[in-house]
């Protein structure tokens, strides 16, 4: 799909998106194998979350490697709920809120330079392909929540009840930004 192709992600691999939350006991009390289930079960939909989120696949993959390092360090503070995925949501959302923090803070400093990336540059190949700027424009036209629920149902695989589950709302309320945000990126598409 042409959507996921300009951000990357098509390259991620399948696999399914249940979270078995007896997962989290077993990674506070160090198992290695365990957390590596969790990576392999998660890392599609985390990534697509955190890039729905920043809009650069570089600060993405930074992000998305803080967030599993917090999840390793903090398992011992998950309370069972049956949400383990929205859990790590929570984690993912407030690194990335922290990376918009930090580049906020090197731009106010005029570091933004050595910093590399500006705030929502992404890599050069993207910015290179036409296609790829006017897909990234229509999605930018999009209300940021219809952004998530769009890349988290198609770069991560995810079914609209876990993209319900994991964002806290309503599934038939992810169900109508869906589509109307779909029929929004189809009406840009064929504008441009």
Not at 50 to 79: F, G, R
Not at 129 to 152: M, P, T
């Amino acid at each position: 799909m042409v959507l996921l192709d300009a951000f990357g992600v098509l390259d991620l691999p399948d696999g399914g998106q249940t979270v078995d939350e007896g997962l989290l006991p077993k990674i506070a009390a160090g198992d290695q194998e365990a957390f590596h289930q969790l990576y392999q079960s998660t890392d599609r939909a985390i990534y697509g979350f955190i890039l729905s989120i920043l809009k650069n696949p570089q600060d993405a993959e930074e992000v998305m490697q803080e967030t599993y390092v917090k999840i390793w360090t903090s398992a011992s503070s998950y309370h069972a709920q049956g949400k383990p995925l929205a859990w790590m949501f929570t984690i993912a959302r407030n690194l990335c809120y922290m990376k918009f923090r930090e580049q906020k803070h090197l731009s106010d400093i005029g570091l933004e330079e050595l910093g590399g990336a500006e705030t929502g540059e992404v890599c050069p190949q993207i910015e290179q392909a036409a296609d790829k700027l006017v897909l990234k424009a229509a999605l930018e036209a999009l209300k940021e929540d219809e952004r998530q629920i769009v890349l988290l149902k198609n770069s991560s695989g995810l079914k609209h009840r876990e993209i319900a589950e994991g964002l806290g709302m309503p599934l038939a309320t992810v169900l109508s930004k869906y589509n109307r945000a779909m029929k929004k990126l189809e009406q840009y598409l064929r504008e441009e």
